[in-house]
C-alpha cells in the first residue's frame, strides 16, 4: 500500500437487512489532505464515517487506516466528530475539553493551552455556561473543539460546519487548510455545504451508496464546463439514474442538462464516465478482499487509569450538577417506604358495619350500665338482662364504624347497595336465649337460628375476612366475660386445643409484617434497575457513549466506571432504607442489622447490573420501560412478596425461586423475623441467588459491549 495514503477503502458493502447502504464503495484519502464526501441526505455518508471508525461492521470488503486493518487500533490518532454533538449537557465547554484531553491522555497543561486556542478560533463562550444551555450552533463548535484538542493526525468531520456564520466557517476552513498543510494532518469533512469544498484536494461525490468520482474540484469543473459543484452533482446524479434505468443514448441526449452545459459538457460527460469507470473496475478487479473478521486485535490496553478517571469524573459532575438526577434516589425510597408503611398491611379501620338490635334501642343502650347486663344470684343462678346493649358495646372497636337500622330490610338494602359491609341482627329474645343456655345447659341444635346473625359482604376478601376475624375474637371475649360473670368456668367457652407457645412472631402481628422484606427487596431492586437504565441510556442517545468508545475507551472501564459509581451510591440508598423501616418507622427486627444492610445491599447491586444489561441492548428509554414493565409484574407476583409462593404450582415453584427476588426476600424474612444468620441455609440461598444473577448478567453485558465495540 502507498505510505501516502492514510484512508484506503476497497469494495465496500453495508447492510441492514434487505436494505442496501454501501454498495461497493472505494475511496482513497492522501494524508495530509482535506478530502470533502458529498452527496445528499441519505446517500451513506454518515454510514461509510461510522465503518471507517470502527463503529460499523461492514459486511464485506476491507478498510485501512494509516496501514491498519481497523481504525480502533489508532484511536489515539484519530479526532472524530459525529453528526450529533454528542457532549455530555451539564458540563462547561472547560469540563468537555478537558474530559476528552484526559481520555487522549493529554496533560493537563497542553490541554489548558489547546482550551485557550480553541476558544478563540471558534469564539467559545467562557462563562461557565453549560452546554445544555447553548444554542445549536454553539454545541456543534464545542463538538467540533473537543476534536482537535490532542491533535490527532486524522479528523473525521461529519457536518462540522451546519449553523455557523460564515466568517466562522471560513475561519474553520483556514484553520483545517494550515493543519494539513503544516501538520500534515488528514482530514474528512462531510457538509450540506457543496461549494465550501472547493477549498478541499479531493472531493468524492455520493450517490445512493456509490461513490461516483473522486477528484480535485477545480478539475471537476473543468472537466465538466462547469461554473459550481453542484452542476457537477447533478449530471454524474442524471448520468447514474440513466445508467441504472437502462436508457438508450437518444434519451440520454434528450435528458441532458441544457443551459450552462452544452456539447462540450456532453462530451466531457462521456469520457469522465467512462474513465470514472474504469477506475472503479479496476478497484473492484481487486481479489485481496477482506472482511472486517480479519483485522488484527485491538491493542489498547484493556484499563488505563487516566481514561477511568476521566469516567469518574465525568459521572460525578454529571449528578451533581443534575438536581433531579441527584434528589431523586434520595428522596424516592423515603417515599416509597412512607406510602408502603402508611397505606399497605395494617387492618383496615372505620369499616361501616351495621347492627340491627331488636331487643334494645340505641338511646336505651347509650344509658344502659353494661355491668348491670348480667345479676347472680344463688350459687348456680344467673339472671341476664339487655345482653345486646353488651355484645354492643364489644363491637365499639377502631375497625368498625357502627350504623344503626331499625330493621333487618333497610340494613339488607344498605349491605347489597355497597353502603356497608356487613352488618349483625340480634334477636329480640338475645338476653333470654342466653340465659337458658347458660343456667338450663342447651346444646347449640336446641337454639333457634336467630340468636346472633352476621351478614358479610365478601367482595372484598382483606376487609370480609378481617371483619369475620375480628368479630369471631370479639365474641369469644364477650362469651367467656358473661360466664365468668354467672360464675361459671370459663374453661368451658374456649375449644379443646391451645397454642403453647409462637415460636417465631406474635398473633397479633399485622400483615405488614409479611410484606416488609419483599417490599424493601422490591423497592431497592427496581430502583437500580431504573437508576442505571436512565443514565446510561441518556449517555447512549446523546451519542456520548459511542464518542468515547472512539476516543479509546473500552468495555471494561465504561462498565466498571458505571458500575463503581452506581454501586457507591447504592450503598447510601440501601442505609436509608434500613435507617427508615427500623429506626424511623420502627419496624421490628431480631436478627443482625449488618446482616440485613448486606442482603439489601446485594440487591440492589443485582437491580443496577440488570439495568446496565436492559440499558445497553436498548435503543431508546422507551425499549427499556417495555422491559423494565415486562420484568417488574411477573417478579413481584411470583416471588412471594404479596402472597407465600408455597401457593405457586409445585413444579414452577423451582422455577420461582431461581427468580432474583424470591430466594433473597425469605432470607431478609429470616433474618429480621427469626434472627437466622449467614450460616443458615436459607439465609445462604438467598446470597447464592443474588450473586449468580450479579455474575450471570454482568458477564453477559460486558460480553455484549464487547461484541459491539
Known amino acids: 500500500m502507498n505510505d501516502q495514503v492514510a484512508i484506503r477503502v476497497k469494495d465496500v458493502q453495508k447492510s441492514y437487512g434487505s436494505n442496501h447502504i454501501l454498495k461497493k464503495i472505494c475511496l482513497n484519502v492522501q494524508k495530509g489532505s482535506i478530502y470533502g464526501l458529498l452527496g445528499s441526505s441519505g446517500c451513506g455518508k454518515t454510514t461509510l464515517l461510522s465503518c471507517i471508525i470502527g463503529r460499523n461492521k461492514i459486511d464485506q470488503g476491507e478498510i485501512q487506516v494509516f496501514g491498519k486493518k481497523s481504525s480502533a487500533l489508532l484511536s489515539s490518532k484519530v479526532g472524530y466528530m459525529p453528526q450529533g454533538t454528542s457532549l455530555v449537557r451539564d458540563f462547561t465547554v472547560k469540563d468537555s475539553i478537558y474530559f476528552f484531553g484526559r481520555i487522549y491522555n493529554v496533560d493537563d497543561e497542553i490541554i489548558h493551552q489547546r482550551y485557550e486556542e480553541l476558544v478563540e478560533l471558534l469564539e467559545l463562550p467562557k462563562d461557565g455556561r453549560f452546554i445544555k444551555d447553548c444554542s445549536g450552533g454553539t454545541q456543534r463548535r464545542i463538538s467540533f473543539a473537543v476534536t482537535l484538542v490532542h491533535k490527532p493526525e486524522l479528523l473525521i468531520l461529519d457536518e462540522p460546519t451546519v449553523g455557523t456564520d460564515p466568517i466562522l466557517r471560513d475561519r474553520v476552513w483556514k484553520y483545517l487548510l494550515k493543519i494539513s498543510q503544516e501538520d500534515k494532518t488528514t482530514v474528512i469533512i462531510t457538509t450540506h455545504y457543496i461549494e465550501e469544498t472547493r477549498q478541499a484536494n479531493q472531493i468524492g461525490l455520493m450517490r445512493d451508496g456509490k461513490i461516483l468520482i473522486e477528484e480535485n474540484p477545480e478539475k471537476l469543473l473543468n472537466m465538466y464546463n462547469c461554473e459550481s459543484l453542484e452542476e457537477v452533482y447533478l449530471i454524474l446524479s442524471k448520468n447514474q439514474e440513466f445508467a441504472k434505468n437502462r436508457v438508450t443514448v437518444g434519451e440520454i441526449e434528450e435528458g441532458e442538462h441544457a443551459g450552462n452545459v452544452g456539447d462540450t459538457a456532453q462530451s466531457q460527460l462521456s469520457i469522465s464516465s467512462r474513465e470514472t469507470t474504469e477506475a472503479f473496475d479496476e478497484c473492484n478487479a481487486s481479489t485481496d478482499v477482506l472482511t472486517t473478521e480479519e483485522t ?261 472501564e465504561l462498565s466498571l466506571s458505571h458500575l463503581l459509581f452506581q454501586t457507591t451510591f447504592m450503598g447510601f440508598m440501601a442505609l436509608e432504607l434500613v435507617v427508615l423501616v427500623f429506626f424511623c418507622f420502627q419496624q421490628p427486627y431480631v436478627g443482625s442489622l449488618w446482616l440485613i444492610y448486606l442482603l439489601i445491599y446485594l440487591q440492589g447491586l443485582a437491580g443496577i447490573v440488570l439495568g446496565f444489561g436492559i440499558s445497553i441492548v436498548s435503543d431508546s428509554h422507551v425499549t427499556a420501560n417495555i422491559l423494565v414493565s415486562g420484568i417488574f409484574n411477573p417478579l413481584v407476583l411470583a416471588s412471594g412478596i404479596m402472597w407465600p409462593a408455597e401457593a405457586i404450582n409445585e413444579y414452577l415453584l423451582y422455577v420461582v425461586k431461581c427468580l432474583p427476588l424470591s430466594l433473597p426476600t425469605t432470607a431478609l424474612r429470616n433474618v429480621i423475623k427469626k434472627g437466622l444468620t449467614v450460616c443458615d441455609s436459607d439465609t445462604l440461598y438467598g446470597f447464592g441467588i443474588l450473586c449468580m444473577w450479579i455474575v450471570i448478567c454482568g458477564v453477559l453485558s460486558i460480553f455484549y459491549i464487547k461484541r459491539k465495540q
Open 296 to 556: 488484527t486485535k485491538n491493542p489498547n490496553r484493556i484499563f488505563a487509569m487516566h481514561r477511568f478517571k476521566a469516567l469518574l469524573e465525568k459521572n460525578w459532575k454529571s449528578l451533581r450538577r443534575n438536581h433531579l438526577a441527584s434528589i431523586f434516589p434520595v428522596l424516592m425510597p423515603g417515599i416509597q417506604v412512607l406510602c408502603f408503611l402508611i397505606a399497605i398491611g395494617r387492618d383496615p379501620t372505620n369499616v361501616p358495619f351495621g347492627i340491627v338490635n331488636e331487643e334494645r334501642t340505641r338511646d336505651f343502650c347509650k344509658h344502659f350500665e353494661v355491668n348491670q347486663s348480667v345479676v347472680r344470684y344463688g350459687e348456680w343462678d344467673c339472671h341476664i338482662n339487655s345482653i345486646s346493649c353488651r355484645f354492643v358495646d364489644f363491637l365499639n372497636i377502631p375497625l368498625i364504624e357502627e350504623k344503626f337500622y331499625d330493621s333487618r330490610s333497610k340494613a339488607m338494602e344498605d349491605l347489597k347497595t355497597g353502603k356497608l359491609y356487613g352488618f349483625v341482627h340480634l334477636h329480640k329474645n338475645l338476653s333470654k336465649l342466653m340465659e337458658n343456655r347458660l343456667t338450663e345447659g342447651l346444646d347449640l341444635d336446641d337454639l333457634p337460628d336467630e340468636e346472633i346473625q352476621i351478614y358479610l359482604d365478601m367482595s372484598s376478601l382483606q376487609i370480609g375476612g378481617t371483619l369475620k376475624m375480628r368479630i369471631a375474637e370479639r365474641y369469644q371475649e364477650f362469651h367467656k366475660q358473661v360466664h365468668e360473670d354467672c360464675n361459671f368456668l370459663s374453661g368451658s367457652t374456649q375449644l379443646p386445643l391451645r397454642v403453647e407457645e409462637y415460636f417465631y412472631g406474635d398473633q397479633n402481628d399485622e400483615f405488614i409484617i409479611f410484606m416488609t422484606p419483599g417490599i424493601v427487596t422490591t423497592m431497592i431492586y427496581f430502583m437500580g434497575v431504573m437508576m442505571t437504565c436512565v443514565i446510561i441510556l441518556d449517555e447512549k442517545c446523546e451519542g456520548i457513549w459511542d464518542r468515547s468508545i472512539v476516543a479509546g475507551v473500552t468495555s471494561v
